[in-house]
């Protein structure tokens, strides 16, 4: 089935791509690679968490922020692509937490983003990944997250 129709069968639109905040593109695509910048968990210009793992946002709440952060990451990818069904594969995807230092559960935070590029993607979407834990994020949000997909 195509990603296209796994969006529509999970009720899920694509969002706008985020403007970004500084000095780079959503996305670039170079041969037959795309490399999504780094998306916060924002929707409609709007921040949908912030805070730090470990001190205020729960595991759940920071795996939630990571499936909004690959949304983003998608449509990046998808309107650099020409259309999400134009992406063969998702690569790899990196994943930074905000946390206290103390805080060991990165991989579980992050696994929001990689359980909705799964059902999205299905096979296309298993990837290599790297679950990072840092001091802070941009905006004071509590995860980011990148990707490099392969497309047609």
Do not use: W
Not at 29 to 53: C, F, H, K, M
Not at 98 to 111: G, K, L, R, S
Request: some cysteine; proline content about 6%.
């Amino acid at each position: 089935m195509s990603a296209s129709k796994r969006l529509a069968e999970l009720g899920i639109t694509l969002p706008e791509v985020p403007t970004p905040v500084a000095s780079y593109q959503p996305a670039v695509r170079v041969d037959n690679r795309i490399y999504v910048s780094g998306q916060v968990p924002r929707l409609d210009g709007e921040l949908t968490a912030t805070g730090r793992l470990g001190a205020d946002v729960s595991v759940q709440a920071g795996a939630e922020a990571a499936e909004v952060c690959a949304l983003n990451a998608i449509a990046a990818a998808a309107e650099v692509a020409g259309g999400i069904d134009n992406i063969t594969q998702v690569i790899k995807v990196v994943g930074y937490v905000a946390a206290t230092p103390d805080f060991t559960q990165q991989p579980q935070v992050i696994n929001g983003a990689s359980d909705l590029i799964g059902k999205i993607f299905g096979d296309a979407g298993a990837h290599a990944r790297a679950a990072v834990g840092v001091a802070s994020l941009p905006l004071g949000v509590p995860v980011e997250v990148e990707m490099i997909v392969a497309v047609k």
